[in-house]
């Protein structure tokens, strides 16, 4: 079974209007740690939000928050105010563990927003 | 404070030659990682790198290597190249142990086989 899943391969959206990104995740370690990365077309991979399993608020971070709903095992990233800029492929990640080899990141195979002026 | 540097941004190979790809991890960091991005994937863990020595790795072959020197900067060394190793190639480097911390993601290396 893959460990991230990413269903919707593109997204159009209409400028200002929020968008909400799926990301469902598999893991049987009780501390795993989940991200969502952007990659705009230059190839950069540039942090956005990260959410701990532990965590009992949904992070926030600006215009970016996270829809984190552990029973399901979904961590879905919400865009508010949807600029133009924010054009990209997005990526759920998850870090599963705390010891010296978890700084591996599984990702999914991301999302492609389009957003349209 | 800067962060993570590639070289070189692109590069073409012939399949069965070597390659050796550079990485200068972010200031405060002590684990470096690569990826490779086939075009319209997601990033897959190569290895990490902790203390100059290999901390971790993912499904690719041993023809897939690495160095971390001391001053935390890496090498990926890739031999006998194939054409399925054309992707993208980035670097990330972090703070271990810290489970909340991201991963900071250089600008790549493009590398095509040919």
Redesign the interface.
Known sequence: AQKITQTQPGMFVQEKEAVTLDCTYDTSDPSYGLFWYKQPSSGEMIFLIYQGSYDQQNATEGRYSLNFQKARKSANLVISASQLGDSAMYFCAMREGVTAAGNKLTFGGGTRVLVKP | ETGVTQSPTHLIKTRGQQVTLRCSSQSGHN?V?W?QQALG?????IF?Y?REEE??R?NFPPRFSGLQFPNYSSELNVNALELDDSA?Y?C?S?T??A??????????T?LTVT
């Not at chain 2, 489970?99 to 790549?108: E, K, M």
Request: aromatic fraction near 14%; glycine fraction near 20%; hydrophobic fraction near 25%.
């Open positions: 684990t990682s990826y994937q997601g990033p897959q863990f990490q902790y901390n971790g993912g993208l980035l990330a972090s271990i142990g489970v909340n911390s991201p991963l900071h993601f250089g600008n790549g493009r």
